[in-house]
């Protein structure tokens, strides 16, 4: 799975140093093409703050593998919003995106893929959603 969707917004919003010994829950390409509503993904690529926090709340301080993880249950994303993250059935979970590849090593942190975009309760995404 790629992630130059993930990799670009992040370029965007000017987060590339921020991204250095940090956990990242990565959405992969088709979370933003094939499962986010293409009025939030406007609106969230069109506002730089809103896709500041929306790429922060996929964002965890330190190293964390996914037994450490799940370990904690309930993990603090660096713009402030909890994730949970839970086991079901055998399948490792974020909030409702499910991590399709755990444990991803990288030169600057850790990344865990899942398959849907992360978005933290914010009332422009409220306006938005309303708005659908």
């Not at 593998?65 to 402030?80: F, P």
């Amino acid at each position: 799975p790629s992630l130059s969707t993930l990799l670009a917004l992040v370029k965007d919003a000017g987060l590339v140093p921020a991204l250095t010994g940090v956990t990242v829950f990565a959405p992969v390409n088709e979370s933003f093409s094939d499962r986010l509503a293409p009025e939030i993904t406007k609106k969230v690529v069109g506002d730089k703050e809103l896709l500041t926090e929306v790429l922060l709340s996929h964002v965890v301080n330190g190293l964390q593998d996914s037994s450490a993880l799940l370990d904690k249950k309930k993990v603090d994303t660096v713009s402030g919003f909890d994730v949970e993250v839970v086991e079901r059935n055998g399948e490792v979970f974020v909030n409702k995106s499910q991590v399709t590849k755990a444990n991803v090593m990288a030169s600057d942190g850790i990344a865990h893929l899942i398959d849907y975009v992360i978005l933290p309760t914010t009332k422009k995404l409220e306006t938005t959603v309303v708005e659908l």
